[in-house]
């Protein structure tokens, strides 16, 4: 997969927005007409159930530049609808949604609840909805948000490679914890192959690191010799063209920053995420080094945005510093997501859009289906988990081969509740009419 230059790569971008005739021409005041047209859907919700699910990693994660351990588990809240007529919709939900949150969807359309989606998304999120509508008309979500088909697939990304080669200090014992599949091996440099085989045969052929390794767990200056380190094994290991971006959870100060792209650019780095805190004048001074440095790397961040209309937000959009913007995918959900792509694309700087997501898996699908909906979409994030038990079942099998996601024409979201063990789920709040 070799890496486009990034005059190239902002180049493409804007191409492809003037090509379908968005872009700089767009009216300033077009964000509240940017949604998709809402499909034409009269069923009513009668049962809604908040639920929560289990996935459990392919391995034990580590922490990164804020916490200590991730853990091989992930837990996350579901939104499942019933409507009148027998179908079945599952999607996001958001851990704060509350009782009467999920009280407001019973007894309503779901059209009606999609032109609603300002009040829904606070807490609940539309996707279930989404998913009931595409179920009901017999289409994948792509196709009623106005997508056509990647027949090549969805660019995908595993964001799961964390600072394995420290498990050993974060659980307090000079030995690696024993979840680990490396628990007995005594190289460091054992723990981050191991992480990136895993990687590599789950099919992915590019991957965000984590980065940062300064802000907590060792000294500024041996964290950040170690993040070369480990960047310079994954390169080693997976091969020139396997991607690799790099994320300091702002655990990087600006010299920290500049001194990573000039003295290891040839690391040959896709992006650099969340590197220090949102800041335009501090943007401009790194994109001024990578120009200097004429390196091909990327800046992005945007995962702390609340929403579309967050003012910091707009900002950064509005001065081009951020060449991938990255609003978390169940903070804006479909509809934050459409306007943050329209906004980019008003700017006219050619950024691009890759939604954050982390422990969620509703939050990957849904990156999958946005994509086939916005011109300017990078890359989904992947965080590996499997279901456990059977309380849902996959029947688009979202495959992830050479670095692309396919299969995913289901109807709706492709997921199906498998009602025979809903007696057993973890139910926090129900209504029903």
């Not at 014992?173 to 789950?202: C, F, S, V």
């Not at 920290?256 to 501090?282: C, K, R, S, T, Y």
């Not at 702390?304 to 510093?321: F, K």
């Not at 299969?407 to 009602?419: K, M, Q, R």
Request: with cysteine; charged share 25%.
């Amino acid at each position: 997969m070799p890496l486009h230059s990034r005059r190239d790569f902002l180049k493409t971008s804007a191409l492809a927005a003037s090509a379908i005739g968005l872009g700089s021409s767009l009216p300033r005041t077009s964000h509240a007409a940017d949604l998709w047209p809402i499909p034409d859907v009269d069923v009513k919700v009668t049962r809604a159930m908040k639920i929560e699910v289990q996935y459990n990693r392919p391995r034990f994660v580590a922490g990164n530049s804020q916490y200590r351990v991730a853990g091989d588990v992930r837990r996350e809240p579901i939104l499942v609808v019933f409507g009148d007529n027998g179908k079945i919709g599952v999607g996001a939900c958001n851990w704060g949604a509350g009782q009467q949150d999920v009280e407001y969807a019973v007894g309503k359309t779901v059209s009606q609840l999609l032109r609603d989606h300002g009040a829904v998304n606070g807490k609940i999120c539309t996707s279930s909805f989404w998913d009931l509508a595409g179920k009901t008309l017999d289409k994948p979500v792509y196709e009623l948000l106005g997508g056509t088909l990647i027949e090549e697939g969805v660019p995908v990304y595993d964001g799961s490679i964390y600072h394995e080669e420290l498990l050993p200090r974060d659980r307090g014992t000079p030995y690696r914890h024993p979840k680990a599949a490396y628990a007995d091996r005594a190289g460091w440099q054992d723990a981050i192959k191991e992480a990136m085989d895993n990687t590599l045969r789950l099919g992915h052929t590019f991957a965000k690191v984590k980065i940062g390794r300064g802000a907590l767990h060792l000294s500024r200056l041996a964290g950040n010799y170690q993040d070369v380190a480990v960047l310079e094994l994954i390169r080693e290991h997976a091969g020139a063209d396997f991607g690799i971006g790099v994320d300091a959870n702002n655990g990087y100060r600006m010299e920290d920053v500049v001194w990573l792209l000039q003295e290891h650019g040839d690391l040959d780095l896709a992006f650099i995420e969340e590197m220090i805190p949102d800041n335009v004048d501090n943007y401009r001074k790194i994109q001024n080094v990578i120009q200097e440095r004429k390196l091909n790397t990327l800046v992005a961040d945007g995962e702390g945005w609340r929403n579309s209309y967050d003012p910091l937000a707009a900002e950064i959009i509005e001065s081009g510093t951020v060449d991938i913007l990255q609003g978390d995918m169940r903070a804006f959900h479909f509809e934050g997501i459409r306007r943050e792509s329209n906004m980019a694309l008003e700017a006219g700087h050619g950024s691009r859009i890759a939604p954050h997501n982390w422990g969620n898996e509703f939050g990957f699908l849904m990156q999958i289906h946005v994509a086939c909906a916005i011109p300017n979409f990078y890359r989904a994030e992947q965080d590996p988990g499997k279901l456990a038990g059977e309380l849902l079942v996959n029947q688009s099998t979202y495959d992830i081969a050479e670095g692309r996601c396919r299969n995913f024409s289901a109807p709706g979201l492709g997921i199906e509740l498998n009602p025979k063990t809903l007696d057993s789920a973890n139910v926090i709040h129900e209504a029903s009419v």
